[in-house]
């Protein structure tokens, strides 16, 4: 239980650190970067990445995009919604949904 643990530890650092970077301007590539410098840091991997071969880090939908959306070159205006989706294995300990 305590790997668990320790994945949900990384995965809730990084929505925290996450929440403070969303801002207009910021980019949604902005934060997959640091979102992938949270969990290197952290000796975390990205299980969106580790599951399904996503090509980022987390997910990144604003206003009424899909569910996980890749990250990107969109830049972040006042006002807007943004919907974070992080998921992390320590130590072979996956916090990813619906894991195959």
Known sequence: MEGF???????????????????PGVTTGQL??????ISAASGARSGPILTFGYPASICVSVDDEVVHSIPGSRILQRGQLVTLDVAAEVDGYDMTPMRR
């Open 5 to 23: 643990g320790r994945a949900g530890r990384v995965v809730a650092a990084t929505l925290r650190s996450l929440r403070r970077a969303v801002a």
């Open 32 to 37: 997959d970067e640091l979102a992938g410098e």
